[in-house]
């Protein structure tokens, strides 16, 4: 007869966990099996996931290490790729406590949380900043990989006595990590980036290390959080250099480190805020935060310290375009072109466009550049014609604003390919 497994796992919650991997995808990990690969034995490999899980047997695989670039700012950021059943085995255990820890996170952590956004982040950031004229801006150094594990544990156990929440959680953050070379490093602190638990448990971590202590100790600075990127709202210089000291300590007591160079405060500057100070901007989720022309009240042009869409944004946006090679593609029609590329630019206009959308017009701009070298290209009649095909281009655009994603904001008023 079969024993009962010592742990009561329900086979829809392997399901349901399976489910969600595959719909959010992801890269092959250390084995090298893809989503495609695991349904080949669908039914096999999730009974081996439940079984293993049920019965305390379940051991996680090395997570391999995919270092990814900065952006401008030079360097990489070490991301974690687990094996497709590992993401499972974490999905399944990320749908037990988030339900457990969620109810008790502060409203203005925003980070990988049901019902927030990043975007819900740069709007209440862009109320405060005008309501208040300091801003600490806050960098955590190497978040991810200083996590204390006794502290992350302490943490889970006290919204949680599952005990094969808690032993699952602990073998994922001992989990070695294989580096781009083969080798294996093991691992003493940190959770990796990218697993499927991690951000449930950094949120955990920052909830007791960061959240409730300003609640306690700086309950008239309100602060915006996303995961280990935030920024804090000071009626003062003073109160920011103050905080900041603070925060240095604090972190310190939890094993973490302010980046000495990025943590900085900043002057929001507008019309009413004439005062001077070396640093009148910041970034945050992709936003930069400075003060800008803007229509303020009764219709009057003036500075409005508010966020649009940063430098750094912009340049990945232009590197992204540059490895379509879209003036290549002449075996394709522009409905194709638009088939195959409108989800990226519709993406790219709902996160950057929210807010002074028209910082983002010239990149998409660049676009319909790239579409007139592809006409170039692919009709005689416009080879080595450039400007003859920007107005063709323009011609089209002005008939069809719907056939890509951009063309309704850069022409749907009128406006022209040189327009501002």
Sequence with gaps: MDRAKPFDI??????????????????????????????????????????????????????????????????????????????????????????????????????YRPGKSALDAVGVARQRCWRHAWVLDLDIKAFFDSIETNLLMRAVRKHTDCPWVLLYIERWLKAPVQMPDGSLAVRERGTPQG???SPVLANLFLHYAFDVWMHRNHPGIPFERYADDAICHCSSEEQAAALRVALENRFAECGLTLHPEKTKIVYCKDDDRRGDYPNQKFDFLGYTFRPRLARRRAGKIGVSFSPAVSNKALKAIRQTVRRWSLQERSDKSLDDLARMFNAHIRGWINYYGRFYPSALYPTLRHIDVILARWACRKFKALYRHRTRAIHWLERIARRQTRLFAHWSLLYGRGRTMGAG
Excluded: C
């Design 10 to 111: 329900p086979k829809r919650e392997v399901w349901e966990a399976y489910k969600k991997v595959r719909a959010n995808q992801g890269a092959a990990g250390v084995d090298g099996q893809s989503i495609a690969d695991f349904e080949a034995d669908l039914s096999n490999n999730l009974y081996k996931i439940w079984n293993r899980m049920s019965s305390g047997s379940y051991f996680p695989p090395p997570v391999r290490r995919v270092d990814i670039p900065k952006g401008e700012t030079g360097g990489t950021r070490p991301l974690g790729i687990p094996t497709v059943a590992d993401r499972v085995a974490q999905m399944v255990v990320k749908r037990v406590l988030e339900p457990l820890v969620e109810p008790h996170f502060h409203d203005d952590s925003y980070g």
């Design 195 to 197: 697993g499927v638990v």
